[in-house]
C-alpha cells in the first residue's frame, strides 16, 4: 500500500484557428473587433477570444453601425466579460472547454464527479481490465485519529488483492484474456472505495463555473474541496475575464458574484 495525495493537470485548452475566425469576419464586415484583440498587450487568450466571438456573432456587435439596434459597443474586453455575466448570458460559455487529468483520486471523487453530466466528458481508468496489485490511499483527515488501523485494514485488501490474482491463476500462460478480465472484474468488487485512481474530465466553462461553487462549498465532501480548491486557481488563472466574479471566501469556498450564468 502507498499512501498518495491528489494531482490536478490541466492537458488541454481552447485553440482558435485565427485565419478561418479572420476570413469569416471580412465577410460580416467585424474583422476591425480580431485585429484590435490581436493589437493587445500580451498574447491572446483563445477561450477568451472564443466566447467574446460567440456572444458578438449573437448581437452582430464587432463595431457600431453593423446592427442599427445595438448603439453602444463594448471595446473593453473585461468590461465585457463583465456584462455577459451580469445579464447571465452563459451559453456562449460553453463554446470554450478544458481538460483536466485528476492524478490519485479516489473511487469516491469520481463518484461525484460523474454526477456532473452537463457540459463533461468523462474517462476513467477501468478496474475492469486493471489489476489492483498496490492499492494507492489517501487518509482522509476525519480518519487520522485512527491512522494505523485503517492502514492496516487497506494493506490487508492490498495482501488479498495478490494472493487472489495467484490463487485464481491470473498469470498462467495461456489464460485467455476474456477469463483474466472476468477474475479481474470480479476482485475489484473487495478493494475499498477510497482507493486512489485516474480520471480524465472535460468540462466547458459554464460547467466548469458551477462545479467549482458547488464543490468548494463548505458541505461539499471534502476531497473535491481540495481538489476543486485546485481547479479553481487555475481557471482563474487561466482564463481571468470569464472567472473575474469569483472570490476565495475564508473557509475555501470560491463564490461568484452571478450564479447560474
Given at each position: 500500500m502507498r499512501e498518495t495525495t491528489p494531482s490536478v493537470?490541466?492537458?488541454a485548452r481552447p485553440s482558435v484557428d485565427l485565419a478561418a475566425m479572420r476570413a469569416y469576419l471580412?465577410?460580416?464586415r467585424g474583422s476591425s473587433w480580431l485585429e484590435n484583440r490581436?493589437?493587445?498587450d500580451g498574447p491572446v487568450n483563445d477561450a477568451e477570444l472564443l466566447v467574446e466571438f460567440a456572444g458578438r456573432t449573437c448581437y452582430r456587435s464587432w463595431e457600431p453601425g453593423l446592427n442599427r439596434n445595438v448603439t453602444r459597443i463594448r471595446t473593453d474586453k473585461d468590461e465585457y466579460f463583465a456584462n455577459l455575466l451580469r445579464s447571465m448570458h452563459g451559453s456562449v460559455l460553453e463554446h470554450a472547454a478544458y481538460s483536466f487529468v485528476f492524478h490519485n483520486v479516489s473511487r469516491v471523487f469520481t463518484h461525484e464527479l460523474v454526477r456532473h453530466r452537463a457540459g463533461s466528458a468523462f474517462s476513467q481508468e477501468s478496474l475492469r481490465y486493471v489489476r489492483l496489485s498496490e492499492i494507492g490511499f489517501r487518509l482522509p483527515?476525519?480518519?487520522?485519529?485512527?491512522?494505523e488501523q485503517v492502514l492496516s485494514l487497506v494493506e490487508q485488501l492490498e495482501e488479498f488483492q495478490t494472493s487472489a490474482a495467484q490463487t485464481l491463476g491470473l498469470d498462467e500462460d495461456g489464460l485467455p484474456f476474456a477469463l483474466k478480465k472476468e477474475i479481474t472484474s470480479a476482485l475489484r468488487r473487495l478493494a475499498p472505495?477510497?482507493?486512489?485512481?485516474e480520471i480524465v474530465w472535460t468540462a466547458n466553462v459554464r460547467t466548469l463555473r458551477h462545479v467549482i461553487e458547488m464543490r468548494t462549498?463548505?458541505?461539499?465532501?471534502?476531497e473535491l474541496r481540495l481538489v476543486f480548491d485546485r481547479v479553481a486557481e487555475i481557471m482563474v488563472a487561466e482564463a481571468p475575464g470569464l472567472f473575474q466574479d469569483f472570490t476565495r471566501s475564508?473557509?475555501?469556498a470560491w463564490v461568484p458574484e452571478h450564479r447560474k450564468v
Open positions: 493537470h490541466l492537458i471580412e465577410d460580416v490581436l493589437a493587445g483527515p476525519a480518519l487520522e485519529p485512527m491512522r472505495i477510497g482507493l486512489s485512481t462549498a463548505a458541505g461539499a465532501e471534502e475564508a473557509d475555501g
